[in-house]
C-alpha cells in the first residue's frame, strides 16, 4: 500500500469540476463501539445545558438554562484559554463531587476557565434586559426569559477576536439577543462592548427558539421549538397553556396565526448591527430542535423534538438558498433486534413536497383574522386531519381511511403546515421518543450525530417500525451517509445509565443521560450536553470513538487491452478496448478508480476515466477508446472513496498497475513506434510490444479536483516517500 501521492497539475483550456460523494462505511449490525467518555463540565442544581457552540478560533460558547433560581442565574458563557478544535488527546477529567457551591456561578469545568458573558435580567446597553420580551406596539414588557438556548458568534474583523454573539432565548414568546463582544488575547477573556434585544416584529415574533447551527455560508440558523401537535385547538380558550398564545398576543397586538411558527430562522447579514431575519417555511413547521446544512449548501437534516416525531431532510433548489427546495421525511427498518444498545436501523426518504417561502406564505395568510371568538367545539378553524388524509391519499394513490374513495389535495400545503402528521400519514416513521440535536463538521465529513434524550413510549410499544428496550438515559446515535450526502443508516455509539429506579438520580453519575445539545470537534471527537432530572448536575461530556478505524484493502488489474477493428486506412484512428477488474475488497467499502493514457515520450493524456461506486469482488469495468498509432500505456490507480474525497492531493493510493500497449500493426522499442516486422527472440516467441508491467513500480498520480477540457493537461506527478 503506498500513500499520499503529490500532484502539480497545469492545466492548458478550461476545467470541468468534478463531484465524488462522500462514502462510509456502515458498522456491524449488533457490535457496540469502543468508547471513552469524558466528564467536563457540570452546571448548577436544575440548570440544563443549552448554546453549545465552538467558533473557528476554538472557542467555547456554552449556557446554563434555568438553574436554581434561589441561587443561580441563567448564564451565558464562554470556556477560556483553550482551543476546542485542537485538544490534546488527553482531557482532564472533572470529579463527580465538585460542587457548584465552589463558585458563584456555579458552572464547573475540567479544562479552562468558565466566563460569564451575561445573565438573565442584566442591563443592556440599547435599552431593556438580557431576556425581555417587549410587546411590538408600546414596547411593555411581557416577561424576562430564563432560559438562553443556541448561541452563534459572527467575527466581524479577520482574526475572529470581534463580533456579534446571537443568543436564542427558548419562551413564549422567543427572544433573540445581540451581543457585541471582543476577546482582549493578552489575558485571553472577552469584553462585552453593548448589546441588545433583537426586534423581531418583522416575522412577527418567534415561539420557543431552541438550539441551532451555523450555515456553512456564515449564517445563524435558530429553530422554532413549536411544541403544539394538535393545531385544532389553538384557538380554544380553555386549551391547557393557552396562555402561552395569549402572551404572544399581548406582543404582537392581535390574535397570532399558528401556521406563522414552527420553522427554522436565518439571521442573514449576521455581521451587521441591523441584520434580517427570514423564516424558512420549506423546511416544514414542527418542533425544530436544530438543521444541520451539510458541506452541498443544499443537503439540510432536521430534527423533530418531542414525543412520536419524524426526522426530516430537506433539499434546497439552489445551493446557499434555502427559500425553495423539496421536504423529505424518514421511513427506518430496524435491526432484527431489540437491544437498545446495539440496534441500528436502514434509512430511506420518502419525498414529501417542493414548494418555496413565496407560495407557503399565500397558503399561511388564509389562516390570518382566526380568533378565539371562532372556535366551535368539535370543529376546526385551520387544517384538518381529514385534508391531511386526503393529501396523503393523493400522493400514495391509495385508500387509506377504508371510504372507498381515494381523496386529492389541490396544493401541498399539508406537507409544510402540518408536516410531522402530513408525513406520518404517507407511511414514514413517526416514533421517535425523544429527538434532540443533530450535528456534524465538515472536517470529520463521514457522519452525522443524533441525540436521543429518551428512548421510550414509541419507541418501545411493541409495534410499528421500532420497537427498542427501555433506555430512560437515552442514546446518542451514528448516522452514516451514502452518495450525495445521503443519510441511509443510524446506529447507536453512546447509551446512557444504568438506570436504578429507586436512587434519587436514577442515572449513573459516569455516564450519559438526557442527551440534547450535540456537538462534533474538528478532530472526531464529540461534546454531549445533558437536560434531565436524573443527574443532580446537567454535564457535558467529551466522548471519543476508540474502535479501531476501518483500512479498506483491494487490488487492481488490467485485464486486457484488445484490437476491436482494424482501420482502412492505417493512418486513421485505430477502435481498441480494455478492461479493468478489482478484488480482494473490504466488505462494505466503496472504491473509485482513475484509468489514464498517455502516449510515451507525452505528458498529456490521451483519456482519463473515473469508476465510480465500486463494492464487490471481481467487479470490472470495460471501456472503447480510439486512438492512432503509436506506443502508449493505461495506468489504473484505486481508492477508497471517502479518503479521496476528504482529501485528493494526499489520498492513499491502496493498488495501482500499468498496462504497455501498441496501437498499430507495428512494434515499440524505447517507446518509439515502428513499422519494421519484430525480431524473433531465442524462445522463438516474437516481441510485439506489448506488455504488462502490473509488478513494476510504477510512479503514482494523484487525484485532480477538475478534469481537463479536450485541449489537455500537462502532468508532472511524484509519490511522496
Request: hydrophobic share 35%; charged share 20%; aromatic share 10%.
Amino acid at each position: 500500500m503506498r500513500t499520499k501521492p503529490a500532484l502539480i497539475l497545469l492545466c492548458v483550456g478550461f476545467l470541468l469540476a468534478l463531484n465524488i460523494s462522500p462514502f462510509v462505511v456502515a458498522e456491524e449490525n449488533g457490535e457496540e463501539v469502543q468508547q471513552s467518555m469524558t466528564r467536563i463540565m457540570m452546571m448548577p442544581p436544575e440548570a440544563e445545558v443549552t448554546g453549545m457552540y465552538v467558533d473557528a478560533n476554538g472557542h467555547f460558547f456554552v449556557n446554563a438554562m434555568h438553574p436554581d433560581e434561589d441561587n443561580y442565574k441563567a448564564t451565558i458563557g464562554v470556556i477560556n484559554g483553550i482551543d476546542w478544535n485542537n485538544l490534546p488527546e488527553v482531557v482532564p477529567e472533572l470529579d463527580s463531587s465538585s460542587k457548584a457551591e465552589d463558585i458563584w456561578h456555579g458552572i464547573r469545568t475540567s479544562y479552562g476557565d468558565y466566563q460569564v458573558i451575561l445573565q438573565t435580567g442584566d442591563a443592556l446597553s440599547q435599552g431593556g434586559v438580557a431576556g425581555g420580551i417587549y410587546s411590538v406596539d408600546d414596547g411593555g414588557q411581557i416577561l424576562i426569559s430564563k432560559k438562553p438556548d443556541f448561541n452563534a458568534f459572527v467575527p466581524i474583523n479577520a482574526d475572529g477576536t470581534h463580533g456579534y454573539l446571537y443568543t436564542a432565548w427558548e419562551d413564549r414568546p422567543a427572544g433573540l439577543s445581540q451581543m457585541e463582544i471582543e476577546l482582549d488575547t493578552s489575558t485571553s477573556e472577552w469584553t462585552v462592548l453593548g448589546g441588545k434585544m433583537l426586534n423581531l416584529s418583522s416575522i412577527d415574533g418567534a415561539w420557543v427558539l431552541c438550539f441551532g447551527s451555523m450555515s456553512p455560508w456564515g449564517s445563524p440558523l435558530f429553530s422554532e421549538e413549536l411544541y403544539f401537535d394538535n393545531t385544532q385547538y389553538w384557538n380554544d380558550d380553555s386549551f391547557r397553556y393557552h396562555s402561552d398564545q395569549t402572551k404572544l398576543e399581548n406582543y404582537l397586538g392581535y390574535y397570532p396565526n399558528p401556521y406563522d411558527y414552527g420553522y427554522i430562522i436565518e439571521i442573514g447579514n449576521s455581521s451587521t448591527s441591523e441584520p434580517d431575519l427570514t423564516r424558512h417555511l420549506t423546511m416544514g413547521r414542527y418542533s425544530h430542535e436544530n438543521a444541520m446544512v451539510m458541506p452541498d449548501e443544499r443537503t439540510v437534516y432536521l430534527t423533530d423534538d418531542g414525543y412520536d416525531t419524524v426526522l426530516f431532510k430537506f433539499v434546497a433548489d439552489t445551493a446557499g438558498d434555502l427559500s425553495s427546495g423539496t421536504l423529505y421525511a424518514s421511513k427506518v427498518a430496524q435491526d432484527d433486534t431489540r437491544d437498545s444498545a446495539i440496534t441500528g436501523f436502514d434509512v430511506e426518504w420518502i419525498e414529501m413536497a417542493s414548494s418555496s417561502n413565496s407560495e407557503i406564505r399565500s397558503w399561511i395568510e388564509e389562516y390570518d383574522g382566526i380568533t378565539t371568538d371562532d372556535f366551535k367545539s368539535g370543529q376546526n378553524s385551520y387544517i384538518s386531519d381529514e385534508e391531511i388524509n386526503d393529501w396523503a391519499e393523493g400522493r400514495l394513490n391509495k385508500d387509506l381511511n377504508g371510504d372507498g374513495i381515494v381523496g386529492y389535495a389541490l396544493d401541498d400545503r399539508v406537507a409544510f403546515l402540518e408536516s410531522r402528521k402530513a408525513a406520518a400519514a404517507i407511511e414514514a416513521t413517526d416514533e421517535w421518543n425523544k429527538m434532540e440535536g443533530v450535528a456534524f463538521n465538515e472536517n470529520v465529513p463521514e457522519y452525522l450525530y443524533l441525540a436521543m434524550s429518551r428512548i421510550e413510549s414509541a419507541m418501545t410499544d411493541g409495534v410499528g417500525d421500532i420497537d427498542l428496550t427501555l433506555n430512560s438515559c437515552g442514546i446518542v446515535y451514528r448516522m452514516t451517509m451514502g452518495e450525495q450526502w445521503n443519510v441511509n443508516r443510524i446506529d447507536p455509539v453512546i447509551s446512557g445509565g444504568p438506570y436504578t429506579s429507586s436512587a434519587q438520580y436514577e442515572c449513573d453519575i459516569n455516564n450519559l443521560a438526557g442527551p440534547d445539545n450535540i456537538l462534533v470537534l474538528d478532530d472526531g471527537r464529540v461534546l454531549v450536553g445533558e437536560d434531565t432530572d436524573k443527574h443532580e448536575s446537567n454535564m457535558v461530556w467529551l466522548w471519543e470513538d476508540l474502535s479501531e478505524p476501518l483500512i479498506p484493502n483491494g487490488t487492481l488489474s488490467v485485464n486486457y487491452v484488445n484490437l476491436m477493428n482494424t482501420p482502412a486506412d492505417k493512418n486513421s484512428t485505430w477502435d481498441y478496448r480494455f478492461q479493468t477488474e478489482v478484488n480482494d475488497l473490504e466488505i462494505g467499502s466503496s472504491y473509485t478508480a482513475i484509468i489514464i493514457i498517455k502516449e510515451f515520450g507525452f505528458d498529456d493524456w490521451k483519456g482519463i476515466w473515473w469508476w465510480n461506486t465500486i463494492e464487490v469482488d471481481g467487479q470490472q469495468y470495460d471501456q472503447t477508446f480510439s486512438l492512432p498509432r503509436g506506443c502508449y500505456s493505461v495506468s489504473a490507480s484505486l481508492y477508497e472513496s471517502q479518503d479521496l474525497s476528504s482529501d485528493v492531493k494526499n489520498a492513499t493510493i491502496l493498488s495501482d498497475t500499468k498496462f504497455d500497449f501498441v496501437v498499430g500493426t507495428g512494434t515499440c522499442t524505447d517507446g518509439i513506434y515502428s513499422e519494421e516486422v519484430a525480431a524473433t527472440n531465442e524462445t522463438g516467441n516474437t516481441d510485439d510490444g506489448i506488455k504488462d508491467s502490473a509488478d513494476e513500480s510504477v510512479p503514482g498520480f494523484g487525484i485532480l479536483v477538475s478534469i481537463v477540457s479536450i485541449l489537455g493537461a500537462i502532468v508532472v506527478t511524484h509519490r511522496r516517500k
